[in-house]
């Protein structure tokens, strides 16, 4: 069954350093979304691509976030520089065309201390 | 812009029971709805959808959900809950931009 591939699964990293995410769609979804999840609260989406263009990135905190899909494939997101209040769990999720729900992926828990 | 609310943060059943996760929407037109299911650091996994048609829709593992359009509730059900059904649920919708927006979630814990 195909899966979103993330990495990597977890992330120790130091604030003021730079930290990346990587997020594989499932083959042929042009839809890609990350989300942030604080623990034991709902997914809070930084960013929607459709795919190379960025639909919406009203919430991505462009002071130190950024993100791209330049194949319209994988993508990226990079924190730079992390801040303690960034720890949380970073989700990917992908939708194809023709249907509407999202499939996700495993997630990465990135710890900054 | 559209918004979800799970007014439960924890709900509590018997196993053998049965069991109902609350959530309202807000969005404008026609609202595709999703529930969504999320065990101890993991990806969250797809139950059911509510796009057209039927009222009550059925996902994955006995779940149903009940559309509601003049209260704007999609309510989660499954007639004899499991200790396995322990986990955290979320109600999500998407509106005309397929931006998909999430409720804050509902801690589920069935009894033995």
């Known amino acids: 069954e195909a899966e979103v591939a993330q990495s990597p699964r977890y992330k120790i990293t130091e604030k003021s350093q730079a930290v990346a995410f990587w997020c594989d769609p499932i083959?042929?979804?042009?839809?890609l979304y990350w989300y942030r999840q604080i623990l034991g609260q709902g997914p809070e989406l930084l960013v929607q691509f459709q795919d190379e263009s960025v639909v919406d990135d009203s919430q991505l905190p462009k002071d130190r976030f950024s993100a791209e899909r330049l194949k319209g494939v994988d993508s990226t997101l990079k924190i730079q520089p992390a801040e303690l209040g960034d720890s949380a769990m970073y989700l990917c999720?992908?939708?194809?065309?023709?249907?509407?729900?999202?499939?996700f992926g495993q997630g990465t828990r990135l710890t900054v201390v | 812009a559209q918004s979800v609310a799970q007014p439960e943060d924890q709900v509590n059943v018997a196993e053998g029971n049965p069991l109902t996760v609350k959530c309202t929407y807000s969005?404008?037109?026609?609202?595709?709805l999703f529930w969504y299911v999320q065990y101890p650091n993991r990806g969250l996994q797809f139950l059911l959808k509510?796009?057209?048609?039927?009222?009550l829709v059925k996902g994955s593992y006995g779940f149903e959900a009940e559309f509601n359009k003049s209260q704007t509730s999609f309510h989660l059900k499954k007639p004899s809950a499991l200790v396995s059904d322990s986990a955290l649920y979320f109600c999500?919708?998407?509106?005309?931009?397929?931006?998909?927006?999430f409720g804050s979630g509902t801690q589920l814990t069935v009894l033995p």
């Open positions: 999500a919708v998407m509106g005309s931009a397929r931006q998909l927006t």
């Open positions: 083959s042929g979804h042009a839809t």
């Open positions: 999720a992908t939708r194809d065309r023709r249907n509407t729900e999202a499939f």
């Open positions: 509510y796009i057209t048609g039927d009222n």
């Open positions: 969005v404008s037109g026609n609202p595709y």
